[in-house]
């Protein structure tokens, strides 16, 4: 157990210490250099939990496979079905009696509704993996494109008008992770789990274009292949602790994650395929992407026909520290890093969710078969720099596919 600890600090330590030097993106700060993560990977959604959020959940033997994951979220979603076209588009998309036109018009729909100033678009996630043992890996994809004032000539943004008149950012993440967990204290009263996770990551975007060349993306009439990018890789690590009481019904977990978020960057003037080989790179620079302490705890029940599950959660105790003293108002910007969340079961078979993250509300439905979710989530969350400034709503669909046991 003492080289288990110990093992764990000293990669802390190092960790650390990879993660002290801060390069800027210039005008894309905060767009582009935020922390990678599935667009869900709460307590109760297995592997993206267990490889993304907290690595210790892996001290509990399963084997467990996740087939492609797909959740897809629309961003701005209320102001977008506003407009009677997208709205019917949406309407056949729903019914599954679509054609290439309604997906262009309601992500078109989208891209308009996303309005001036910094905002998301839409996104798209896909992953695969297994759990075997105490071991586990997956391959997560995801996709989307951001929205921020133009950059002008000078490299300065310019202030927020209208989305015409905004730029915006086609990005990809693509992850592959190894995690593994161990269970270092096992007694009738308390357990201790710890884990660890080692992300080999590659980021890819865009530099900014205008409306009529995303248009010309969405519509088929532009590729990607030689619109100037940025690219790189990282080796971000992720660790995690777990304490158990009450036979496993009380969790208190505590982790640390995208410990080493260094990604050693370039510029790509060619085609998308050589940029996502590394080849052609220039002006090769390193992008720093914050690492989060996160504090938590999961209280369940063991029954059969209701279970439900609370959870409480601090999420960037260190970000909320080291921002504290730049808060308009410090108290009101806490809820922005607190997460509190029910999950109740019905039979195993439907799950009903509310919670409140990121200092807005959310709802959410799941059908569930034999490790197979089909869910509906509506959210919030802030788009400003301030809590309150620019709340931005999204519906997600995600299907899940897999096996575990």
Do not use: W
């Not at 309407?91 to 009696?97: D, G, I, P, V, W």
């Not at 019904?249 to 995208?258: I, P």
Request: one cysteine or more.
């Amino acid at each position: 157990m003492k080289k288990t600890i110990a093992f764990i600090l000293i990669a802390l330590c190092i960790a650390c210490a990879f993660a002290i030097e801060r390069k800027d993106e210039g005008p894309y700060n905060g767009v582009t250099d935020y922390a990678f993560s599935p667009a869900y990977s709460k307590h109760y959604d297995g592997l993206n939990y267990r490889l993304f959020s907290n690595a210790a959940d892996l001290a509990q033997r399963r084997f467990s496979i996740q087939l492609p994951d797909l959740a897809i979220l629309s961003y701005n979603f209320s102001e977008a079905v506003k407009d009677r076209g997208v709205a019917e588009a949406l309407s056949n998309l729903t019914k599954l009696k679509f054609s290439k036109n309604d997906l262009i018009t309601y992500a078109l729909g989208l891209v308009m509704a996303a309005g001036s100033g910094f905002n998301d678009v839409f996104r798209v996630d896909t992953g695969l993996g297994a759990q075997l043992g105490n071991f586990g890996f997956g391959v997560n994809i995801a996709a989307g494109v951001k929205s921020m004032p133009h950059i002008d000539d000078q490299g300065k943004l310019e202030k927020a008008g209208s989305p015409a008149g905004n730029g915006f950012v086609p990005q990809l993440d693509i992850a592959f992770t190894f995690a593994y967990g161990r269970r270092i204290v096992d007694t009738d009263a308390i357990t201790v789990d710890a884990g660890a996770a080692l992300h080999v990551s590659e980021r890819v975007y865009m530099l900014q274009i205008s409306t009529e060349q995303i248009s010309d993306l969405i519509r088929g009439g532009r590729d990607f292949e030689h619109l100037p990018a940025r690219g790189g890789f990282g080796f971000p690590i992720d660790l995690g602790v777990t304490v158990g009481l009450a036979g496993g019904h009380v969790k208190f977990n505590a982790s640390a994650q995208n410990l080493n978020g260094l990604y050693y960057m370039g510029s790509y003037e060619n085609s998308l395929k050589a940029m996502l080989l590394f080849k052609g790179r220039t002006d090769p620079y390193i992008m720093y992407t914050p690492f989060s302490i996160n504090a938590s705890v999961v209280m369940d029940t063991d029954l059969v026909s209701v279970n439900p599950e609370l959870y409480l959660g601090f999420n960037g105790i260190n970000l909320y520290i080291q921002n504290f003293k730049g808060m308009a108002s410090p108290k009101r910007d806490l809820f922005r890093y607190l997460d509190m969340g029910l999950n109740v079961k019905f039979f195993k078979a439907l799950s009903l969710r509310a919670s409140y993250s990121q200092g807005y509300p959310s709802v959410g439905a799941a059908f569930c078969l034999f490790g197979n979710d089909v869910e509906l989530t509506y959210s919030f969350h802030e788009a400003g720099s301030e809590y309150g400034l620019h709340p931005v709503d999204c519906l997600t669909l995600r299907v899940k596919l897999g096996f575990e046991k």
